[in-house]
């Protein structure tokens, strides 16, 4: 199946600090691509949509200044959380879409974030 | 009232058992329905992809969906005590980009 990979898988880092994390798929191109976090024993909460060679569309609450998306090929997009604190400790899981066949969905293995 | 409803119990079962799992929607407008394996402190696996009503079955895993009741499950046979984990069902339309709305998930312990 297709894979996403998801890059750094664990990152502790201290208050104030900026952090990036890249989401690649693998063996296809995403023209689409999802950011989502997810807190201990919660659901999934979408916090943007990425769209290659376009500004991503942020859901409502998320701060797209704090959250900073780039998506500047089909393979690859990177979330950066600037001036990192504790609260944004989480898990930050990515997810893109394949084109072919019928579009399915496929999920990097997530970056857990722990803001010091 | 949230637009996927998911049952997160846990569900402990013995070896070999049928599990069943389902959700609710409210939102009559979601046209594609999946199954995910979430293990822990892991990213979320696609297990199950169906579109529209009907079974679709993939060895010992049936994803069934009734839009009529707006309700999806996900049934495994034969479980295995490395099924543990969460199964969370997603769905989407192609009217929100296909951005995933989650159910909370359902914690599942297949006990030997």
């Known amino acids: 199946g297709a894979v996403v990979s998801q890059h750094p898988s664990r990152v502790i880092c201290k208050s104030g600090t900026s952090v990036k994390i890249e989401c690649r798929s693998l063996d296809f191109q995403a023209t689409t691509m999802f950011w989502y976090r997810q807190f201990p024993k919660q659901s999934l909460m979408l916090m943007a949509t990425?769209?290659?060679?376009?500004?991503?569309?942020?859901e409502q609450g998320v701060e797209k200044d704090k959250f900073l998306i780039n998506h500047a090929s089909l393979t690859l997009s990177t979330l950066t959380v600037t001036s990192a604190h504790p609260e944004d400790s989480s898990f930050y899981i990515c997810?893109?879409?394949?084109?072919?066949?019928?579009?399915?969905?496929?999920f990097g293995e997530g970056s857990r974030l722990t803001v010091l | 009232q949230k637009e996927v409803e998911q049952d997160p119990g846990p569900l402990s079962v013995p070896e070999g058992a049928i599990v069943s799992l389902n959700c609710t929607y409210s939102n009559s407008a979601f046209q594609y329905f999946m199954w995910y394996r979430q293990y822990s402190r892991k990213g979320p696996e696609l297990l199950m992809y169906t579109y529209s009503s009907g079974n679709k079955e993939d060895g010992r895993f049936t994803a069934q969906v009734d839009k009529s009741s707006k309700y999806i499950s996900l049934f495994i046979r034969d479980s295995q005590p490395s099924d543990s984990a969460t199964y969370l069902c997603a769905m989407t339309t192609s009217n929100s980009g296909y951005a995933l709305n989650f159910g909370k998930g359902t914690s599942l312990l297949v006990t030997p």
């Open positions: 997810s893109a879409r394949d084109q072919r066949g019928a579009g399915e969905l496929f």
């Open positions: 990425s769209n290659e060679g376009s500004k991503a569309t942020y």
